[in-house]
């Protein structure tokens, strides 16, 4: 099968699952359609274990005809990324912003050692034995929430603002945080020679230098957007904004991520509200949610077949259910001691270190994050914990997030 053909039968398998779920199944979008396609899965692989292999295998050879990092993270990333930011107002993010920035950056590399050495300690007590580097490794890949999950979730658990702000603005940057963490992490593994001076260099380069290159391309965009008032015309600005920004940013080595969440949110507050007529506001906002639900739906329903790719020995299963609990541990301390320290100076909702630890999901990035470490046992390991750790938190978590809220809620 051919590219064309292979994005036809994911949007048609999108396209079916999302309509078995909103008239029987009636769970929220995401969570539904990868609940859907994990379940087709695990039939097939039934059938492969009975005897009747065509259909698994004829599954898997599609699947691995698609690069699932290369298809995230240099595909649809970019576009999820700025349809998340679109709508993420930009005074709200200004008053949480030392929350945000500490959760994104102290948060995710506290986690990153915790969850590593909880992962050492567990896989040496079971008997697989993986150098320290590659457990730091997965800290670094599961630590930063998923701002795709993250933001679709939002959309139905009815968090107070503050909160909600708080949430999604972390998963919106922590990405970009968490992804310098890991090529640092990935550059130690693969050649074990990465000083200190090129880990800070690289963040500069790749965070920082994110931010800025997001506010010049924004500028720019919102300049444009201006001096035309024609929305077909507008829509395309945006779509070369978000595609060629992200693959700019890529080539000179910045942060694409960061970079499109800061045009995003540049064009969502200021080009919105002072560079467009309410006739393109409103085409805007439908086309880009559109693309939101079209990509989303994809993304999932992958995320549920990948199981099929993937190689699941029994001790690895055990590992990642053993290392559920502690994933969740990290994130309570990582969060929670900031939140400590910060209440003095700003004001939290109550049981909001529950919330942010129970909401922080994880998702397709860091699956691909996963899929991206070089191949090897340690890979395989890898590979296998984070995708257990990714559907639980997507459909445990997930389903959770909003009877917790009801019930911490004052």
Known sequence: ?????????????????????YRYVRLPTTIGLMLISLLVSLALLVLDYTGL??????????LHRIDFNETLL?????????????????????RQKWVIAILASVGVLTS??????????????????????????????????????????????GAPKSLETKIAGESLFNDGVGVVIFLALLGIATSGEVS??????????????GVLFGLVIGWIAYRMLATVDKYQVEILLTLALVMGGYAL?????????????????????????????ERTREHLDNFWELVDEILNAVLFVLIGLEVLALSFQGEHLVAALMLIPLVLLARFISVGVPVSLLRKMHPFTPHAVKVLTWGGLRGGISVALALSVPAGAERDVILAITYVVVVFSILVQGLSIGHLLRKTSP
């Open 74 to 94: 240099r595909g649809m990333l970019s576009f999820l990324l700025f349809a998340g930011a679109l709508h993420v107002n930009l005074g709200d993010l200004a």
């Open 53 to 62: 292999a065509f259909p698994a295998n004829w599954a898997r050879s599609i």
């Open 1 to 21: 099968m051919d590219v064309v053909q292979i994005t036809a039968l994911l949007l048609s398998l999108a396209a079916v699952f999302s309509y078995i779920n």
């Open 249 to 277: 940013a890529e080539s000179i080595h910045v942060s694409a991520p960061i970079a499109i969440v800061v045009a995003g949110l540049l064009i969502g507050n200021h080009g919105r509200t002072m560079a467009m007529s």
């Open 196 to 209: 200190t001076g090129e880990v800070a260099l690289l963040f500069a380069e790749e965070a920082i230098g």
């Open 112 to 157: 990153t050692f915790l969850v590593g050495g909880f992962t050492w300690w567990l896989l040496g007590l079971i008997g697989i034995n993986i150098d320290f580097i590659y457990c730091l490794l997965f800290g670094a890949l599961i630590s930063p929430t998923d701002p795709i999950a993250v933001l679709g979730i939002l959309k139905t658990s």
